[in-house]
């Protein structure tokens, strides 16, 4: 990822306003079988094409001065795909590891992965665990990927840890239930992005995305570059956030 740039910069001048920009953005990247049926190719290719409309995405984020980003990888349902792709989509993303780790580490960005990580194979679980441990105490940019992730999953989870600690059911509080989530030290997304069409969530972040602006685009994944990600955070600068406040 020799694309990725060493300081932040401003690039848009209509996005300078302190609260223009979104501090955390989601992305659920959806398209990557389409755009490869559409070119007579194999989804593994659109699995590979969408691997570099990371790179590009995760430049974009460093330029724009966006602090954290966390991408919709694999989701918990995606077990249910044909297992060789399944294993395509998991041998891609150990190559992605191997491949970027110690780029990601010099740019300073912190990898972590949420979702149930008791799914994965051993010796992905271990590669994950050696990413993490490497970028911890990074702070330039905050990448975290969702694997094996469903967001009704990691509720259950919360709910269990909750319960586990002893604590009485009159004693759970919104907050408490926010830290026993994957997320834990992450703030809510600002702005969730969904490319390919569709128009739902998916089950991806759905209690931290109370509040979390909505944007949508017929694009797919494979396509989406910095020109896209500038139209998302166009759109997002022209909003209003009100977190459930009345109309003044």
């Known amino acids: 990822m020799s694309s990725i740039v060493n300081s932040k910069t401003?690039?848009?001048?209509?996005?300078?306003?302190?609260?223009?920009?979104?501090?955390?953005?989601?992305?659920?990247?959806?398209?990557?079988?389409?755009?490869?049926?559409?070119?007579?190719?194999?989804?593994?290719a659109g699995h590979k094409h969408g691997?570099?409309?990371?790179?590009?995405?995760?430049?974009?984020?460093?330029?724009?001065?966006?602090?954290?980003?966390?991408?919709?990888?694999f989701s918990s349902e995606n077990w249910q795909r044909p297992a060789q792709e399944v294993s395509d989509l998991m041998s891609l993303l150990q190559h992605y590891l191997h491949q970027e780790l110690q780029t990601l580490h010099e740019n300073n960005i912190r990898l972590r992965f949420i979702g149930d990580m008791t799914t994965l194979a051993p010796d992905i679980r271990t590669q994950m665990n050696d990413a993490t441990t490497l970028t911890a105490r990074n702070t330039s940019f905050h990448f975290t990927v969702a694997i094996s992730y469903g967001a009704r999953q990691e509720m259950v989870r919360a709910v269990r840890r909750i319960v586990e600690s002893g604590t009485t059911a009159e004693a759970i509080t919104e907050e408490m239930i926010s830290h026993a989530l994957d997320t834990t030290d992450l703030p809510e997304p600002d702005l969730l992005i969904r490319t390919g069409g569709e128009q739902r969530l998916s089950n991806f972040l759905l209690w931290q995305s109370?509040?979390?602006e909505l944007y949508f685009t017929p694009l797919l994944w494979p396509d989406f570059n910095e020109a896209a990600l500038s139209a998302a955070l166009l759109d997002y600068a022209g909003r209003e956030r009100r977190f459930g406040k009345a109309e003044a």
């Open 210 to 212: 109370a509040y979390t």
């Open 51 to 73: 691997a570099d409309a990371l790179h590009r995405t995760l430049d974009a984020c460093l330029k724009h001065n966006i602090d954290y980003l966390t991408i919709y990888a």
């Open 10 to 44: 401003n690039v848009d001048p209509s996005l300078h306003r302190d609260d223009a920009l979104p501090k955390h953005i989601a992305i659920i990247m959806d398209g990557n079988g389409r755009w490869a049926k559409a070119r007579n190719l194999p989804r593994t």
